[in-house]
């Protein structure tokens, strides 16, 4: 599985859009990008993935760069409870049991 | 809507004591994981279990094992904690079907933080 940088930490204000940028320019064809997201003492949820096009869901929005070696999670309109420790992984979609969580970006969202 | 459910939230056990940590899915999934998680380590996979009695050692099994008699539930145990298995540990599940949307999605419970004396 392609290995992935992130920023260590960002913040962003209440209301206001976070981006949390992700890099894996050594991803592979047929790697998804997935993204988690861990608050303060419980385990991680996941948000969202994609292959090449963006996505949205409920939650977030994925984009992916066009040649695929990075993507930016949106939280459209942060709130508080938003504070967390985000995972950006990539993996192979059909293949493995082991999913590799790196250190993530802390995201603080100050009101 | 609580869907992979751990036993207990909150352990404070002695050191050689013998330790049960109870993980119940209700998603049918085949697959089932223990992690540890640790200030400045991350996650580690301990074991992992993809099918009913069946297991495999992830990254760091010493000290630990594992039990699946049934498919909703995965236990982790410790045969004789020590102070150095002071740590939150989180179990997950995920779907095992290959090619299935949620192939690699996997979702946690709670977590499960164990302190050793």
């Known amino acids: 599985d392609a290995k992935t940088t992130q920023p260590p930490s960002m913040d962003c204000a209440e209301g206001r859009a976070a981006n949390l940028p992700c890099n894996h320019s050594t991803i592979s064809g047929n790697e998804y990008v997935y993204w988690y997201r861990q608050i303060h003492s419980q385990g991680p949820q996941y948000i969202i993935h994609g292959l090449k096009n963006n996505e949205t869901n409920e939650m977030a929005s994925l984009i992916i760069t066009e040649d695929r070696k990075s993507s930016t999670l949106i939280l459209p309109h942060a709130t508080l409870r938003d504070t967390a420790v985000y995972y950006c992984i990539v993996r192979g979609y059909t293949g493995g049991f082991k999913t590799i969580f790196g250190a993530g970006t802390r995201l603080f969202v100050k009101a | ?117």
């Open chain 2, 1 to 117: 809507d609580v869907k992979v459910t751990q036993s207990s939230r909150y352990l404070v056990k002695r050191t050689g004591e013998k330790v049960f940590l109870e993980c119940v899915q209700d998603m049918d999934h085949e697959n089932m994981f223990w992690y540890r998680q640790d200030p400045g380590l991350g996650l580690r996979l301990i074991y992992f279990s993809y099918d009913v009695k069946m297991k495999e050692k992830g990254d760091i099994p010493e000290g630990y094992s594992v039990s699946r008699e049934k498919k909703e539930r995965f236990s982790l145990i410790l045969e004789s904690a020590s102070t150095n298995q002071t740590s939150m540990y989180l179990c997950a599940s995920k779907d095992g079907t290959r090619g299935s949307l949620g192939a690699n999605v996997l979702t946690f419970g709670a977590g499960s933080r164990l302190t050793v004396l």
